[in-house]
């Protein structure tokens, strides 16, 4: 193989050629819950963090775990729940985080999405923002 080529997903590419953007992407929304080792301790629903810093990790899980059983169980909708509950400004969207590509996401966030079909949910995913179930939407 020439030096200016690569093999990616078995097959070769030549330096400079583009792979196709949408192929490469997904799409998908979620809800956050975060909690007191969140990064980032603030949120649109909670800015000064008081109530955040007083959540434990276990808390956090146990009211995402119900949220995500009132979604599996069709009682509520994906969307309506990240609007009222998501700790991240993508609530506006009901979670809806658009278009991503690889590395553009914390990679438990990436991994994960990536290997939900469109549709599925997941279950609980843990990264430095706090806890998160994900939709993969597209």
């Not at 007083?54 to 119900?66: C, E, K, P």
Request: proline share 1%; glycine share 10%; with cysteine.
């Amino acid at each position: 193989m020439e030096a200016s080529a690569k093999r990616i997903h078995g097959r070769e590419r030549r330096s400079g050629e583009r792979r196709s953007m949408a192929a490469e992407q997904v799409r998908a929304s979620h809800i956050l819950i975060k909690h007191e080792g969140s990064r980032r301790k603030a949120s649109w629903k909670d800015p000064d963090g008081r109530i955040i810093s007083a959540t434990t990790r276990d808390d956090a899980v146990r009211q995402l775990l119900a949220l995500r059983d009132s979604i599996v169980s069709g009682k509520e909708r994906f969307q309506d729940i990240a609007a009222r509950y998501s700790d991240c400004s993508s609530a506006k969207r009901g979670g809806d985080l658009g278009r991503f590509g690889r590395g553009q996401m914390q990679k438990p966030f990436e991994e994960i999405t990536y290997a939900l079909k469109v549709g599925e949910i997941s279950d609980i995913v843990d990264t430095d923002s706090g806890v998160h179930i994900i939709l993969r939407t597209g």
